[in-house]
T-cell receptor, first 117, second 115 residues
Framework: GAVVSQHPSWVICKSGTSVKIECRSL??????MFWYRQFPKQSLMLMAT?????????EQGVEKDKFLINHASLTLSTLTVTSAHPEDSSFYIC?????????????FGPGTRLTVL | AQTVTQSQPEMSVQEAETVTLSCTYD???????LFWYKQPPSRQMILVIR??????QNATENRFSVNFQKAAKSFSLKISDSQLGDAAMYFC????????????FGTGTSLTVIP
C-alpha cells in the first residue's frame, strides 16, 4: 500500500512553454504532498508543501508564480512550471505524507525528468 | 531549517562485507524522526529504515541497522552482508514532529558494491 505515481516520467519542452506534472496517491488519501527538486548527483531540495484545499507553502527562494501548485483533491497534486527555461531542467519528485498509521513517513513518486530546450 | 550532514560522498564495500554510512544532524528539538532512504539508478526513493528519537533501542530491518546516538546527534546506517542490489545513493533524512511533515535530507552517499 501507499503507492504514489507521477506523470509524465519524462518531458521535453521548448523554452517559454508551461509544463504540468501530476502526482497521485493511488491507494490512500493524501492530505499533504511535497514537491522536491533534485539536480544530478545532489540531494532532494524541498520546494513546497501542498495541502488539499488550501494554498501551498513554498520554501524560501522558490518562486511561487513560476512553480504553481494545485492540490484540488485528496489524491492529486499538480506542479506547473510556467514559462520554463533551460535552468528549470531538473528531476522533480513528489511525495505524500503516509496514510493513517504511517503518517510520520513520506512515500515518494518515481520522479519526472524535465528537459527544457 | 535543520542541517543534515553526510560526510562521505562515496563509499565502497566488497560483496558480503559490512559497511557503515555516517550521518549527523543539528537540532534543538527533543522529539523527531530520522530516516535512511535509498535511491537506486531508477531514482525511486525507497525507505530503508526509520528511528524515533524517543526510542533508545536502535532500529533494525533485516540486514540494515542503525546506530543512533542522540546526545551526539549521530545516526549511522550499517549494511551487513552487502549485496549487489544495495548499490545506490543513500540519503539520511530528519523530520520534525511538531510542525508539518517536512523532511530535511542530507547530501547523500553513493555506495558501490564490488563483486
Amino acid at each position: 500500500g501507499a503507492v504514489v505515481s507521477q506523470h509524465p516520467s519524462w518531458v521535453i519542452c521548448k523554452s517559454g512553454t508551461s509544463v504540468k506534472i501530476e502526482c497521485r496517491s493511488l491507494d490512500f488519501q493524501a492530505t499533504t504532498m511535497f514537491w522536491y527538486r533534485q539536480f544530478p548527483k545532489q540531494s532532494l531540495m524541498l520546494m513546497a508543501t501542498s495541502n488539499e484545499g488550501s494554498k501551498a507553502t513554498y520554501e524560501q527562494g522558490v518562486e511561487k508564480d513560476k512553480f504553481l501548485i494545485n492540490h484540488a483533491s485528496l489524491t492529486l497534486s499538480t506542479l506547473t512550471v510556467t514559462s520554463a527555461h533551460p535552468e528549470d531542467s531538473s528531476f522533480y519528485i513528489c511525495s505524500s505524507r503516509g496514510p493513517s498509521g504511517r503518517a510520520n513517513e513520506q512515500f515518494f513518486g518515481p520522479g519526472t525528468r524535465l528537459t527544457v530546450l | 531549517a535543520q542541517t543534515v550532514t553526510q560526510s562521505q560522498p562515496e563509499m565502497s564495500v566488497q560483496e558480503a562485507e559490512t559497511v557503515t554510512l555516517s550521518c549527523t544532524y543539528d537540532t534543538s528539538e527533543s522529539d523527531y524522526y530520522l530516516f535512511w532512504y535509498k535511491q537506486p539508478p531508477s531514482r525511486q526513493m525507497i525507505l530503508v529504515i526509520r528511528q524515533e528519537a524517543y526510542k533508545q533501542q536502535n532500529a533494525t530491518e533485516n540486514r540494515f541497522s542503525v546506530n543512533f546516538q542522540k546526545a551526539a546527534k549521530s545516526f549511522s546506517l550499517k549494511i551487513s552482508d552487502s549485496q549487489l542490489g544495495d548499490a545506490a545513493m543513500y540519503f539520511c533524512a530528519y523530520r520534525r514532529t511538531n510542525t508539518g511533515n517536512q523532511f530535511y535530507f542530507g547530501t547523500g552517499t553513493s555506495l558501490t558494491v564490488i563483486p
